[in-house]
DNA sequence: CATGAATGAGAGTTCATTCAT
DNA sequence: GATGAATGAACTCTCATTCAT
């Protein structure tokens, strides 16, 4: 982390056998921390898993670390589109569910490898900030739910639309990792269920819910 | 080779000056290792910071490892004894407050810590055990807390008291790893009340707190 | 930590120049070890005397036990190819002078390599078996050989032939030790012949050598 | 091995625990190479065998060298006591008889420790002087033994009596070798018997053995 | 004298990165 | 561009020896 770079930037592939091989490296990457966490990480660890020998790595990357953002970056755009509720979704606490379920369901190996990462993120600023933003986009997102909930008379208006938005966020990313990670063995459309109630009682969620 | 021996198993300090050492070696260990993460945690570092030699770490702990293990026991005896909420204390609400203050200023820096090993545990099954061991104290009381509220009739009875204590204590964790880590500039004092608001909330905690 | 993957194992080299590498480094293993005993056989010693860095020990080697196995069994190899006496000679005599010249001339570098060895045998199995494999290649031809010269009448039929065998190859393997390692000034041709006469007379050989 | 001694040379203990703790250490010093091995000889484990401290050891060593001198010295001083054959016994065959059973028997266990040592000896000058003259010792016995039955027309008188005890007195420890330390089982009264055959017909005894 | 903590040079091993082919 | 051998600094751990108590 953090040496100083000697390396040539390696440039973007040019060619399609470059792309593939350029691409084949961040998925087995991936594969590798998933699989055998951060000390398993190895630039020989992960051309093995790609298929290419080792040198290749600092063909197109330049570094570990390199390669290491951009398994964040694919890893966060996936969680990224996946998690966005469709606006034809009006309902509130349809909303809510939805969005829990997404993020349970299709973020949950991406989730996973940035929680593996974070501790590298100590050292490294790049990867820090990368982080953050991820984090502030739903962060952000959230809030903005909550101010918009506010302002219909929908949901309590003493809540700090960010602080309710981090500690409600936090909550279902720690759930998410549970599940992915350690294992206990929870059923995910339960936590779905109890997420989304326990969101939408917290923010004091009026109308359709009431039942 | 050298295979003959196993490292012979350090016995517990019989001297004062010995004690004083081990003690030393254990705090620093644990400043090393939040204030340079995990990557910065090498035998060298701690000693130096300790102020002894390098083979002085090898007179008290097995191994890298062992030191580890013991720094994450003594942090979390500290976070569970420093978490206890006081008997006394009869108020539901008052409880969720200070629990939560207790948990945010008592024991930010502990969770720090553990934060940090949290990825080593993927190696080590004693420092997984560990981990596991702690949520499950906090899951535990959580849970047995909730189940009280909804048998004197002051919480939703619907909520499976389980997955609800790791739900929102998952929002917790995360809020004071946020705070202590990441260091969102936040007031503690007020993630303390709005934690408490939301935990009451989406429990339907009902009674006193109306106020 | 760093458990999470054993030593790669190290392929046999692709490249003629991994080849050489690796056969140089058998070499330098080799002629460190006879040069400085076991304690001077360090993968720095090795990799110095072969003029190639530290770090390249461990492409070709597990481990420095690694190593020491492939010399051991390059030596054994050495030694029972050099010490196959003809079929073409005949002469029971003859037989033997011929097997303890060989014994003493071809064997005793790598002979002298076994016996430095033979206490790392004391930790490692792998080492002890083929220590063992070798002793027996040499006490079971002999034993056989006495055996054929019993048939025939030639030698004394109350002698047990496998005990004869380790004794008599005992007697020869250390004197080659003494020649080659202890540096006792003595004559290889004169010690041929005294203990083809000694190991003649103590079987008991009859015929052609009365002369 | 072969370092600059930097220690107060330790004085020959004057008080009688002092005395009982010396001997203890050589005593444990033996346990220890004979059981664990060259790799677990440490003065650690030297100590912990006496059941004294640690630092005790330097009190009545120089270094690890002088005790393993010392338990060498030991070792020899009881092989060589244990193998005098008595003038009584004047029967030639009987006096390698008994010779042979009191080296297998009363010395197997000395016999181990030395050839543990041997490749200390490499590195310690000392040590290889105490080594030949142990084996010079036997060797001139041999020898004159055998000058003696020359003379007297007992022996084959073609026979170099040096070299032939050096050839027959590496028979006899190698055996006890493999006797004690490799734990081929073998009978050692058996061995005892084959031996002394083997080594009365090798320098053509004549006379009494005839039976 | 005895004790056991302290020392630090050195061993074996790993691995991110470079480079010759 | 791809290959895989080469590099060496850094890491964890050991142990003979010293020294304060």
Redesign the interface.
Known sequence: ?GRARTNPAPAAPTTARGRRTHDALIVAGREVIEE?????F?P??VTQAAGVSYGTFYTYFESKDDLLRKIVQAAADEMITASLVPDTLEDPYARIVEANRRYLAATGRAAKVL??V??GA??DDTLRALL?EIREFYVGRSAEGIRRLQTAGLA?P???PR??A??????V???AV?INE?R?P?DAE??VD??S???A????LRGPRSS
Chains 1, 2, 3, 4 share one sequence.
């Open positions: 982390m055998h966490g951060w000390a398993g190895t020989e660890a929680r593996m974070e501790h100590y050292l953050l309590d003493d809540l700090d602080l309710t981090i500690a409600l966020g936090g909550m990313e720690q759930v549970i350690l206990e929870l339960k936590m109890h997420l109630r326990l969101w009682a917290a923010i004091g």
